[in-house]
């Protein structure tokens, strides 16, 4: 995923790295369903691959993707 948000975003979003395995509730939640891509309040994004248009969505109103998909 890192390098799909280089190369659809490139400096123009912030990652900051976390290992779900540091954090028992994460761990709990995610399991081995990694990557997960979440903005800095914790709304999840994406999981697995980089959903470009859902991040795109968030970039121009903060819109959940869930709210986005019929």
Excluded: I, K
Aim: proline residues 4%; negative net charge; glycine residues 8%.
């Amino acid at each position: 995923m890192d390098d799909a948000l280089d190369q659809y975003f490139g400096s123009g979003v912030t990652v900051e790295r976390r290992n779900v395995d540091d954090h028992a509730e994460w761990a709990e939640r995610y399991g081995r369903d990694v990557p997960v891509l979440t903005t800095s309040s914790g709304q999840e994004l994406c999981r697995h691959r980089l959903d470009v248009d859902a991040v795109r969505r968030w970039l121009r109103g903060g819109n959940s993707p869930a709210a986005a998909t019929p």
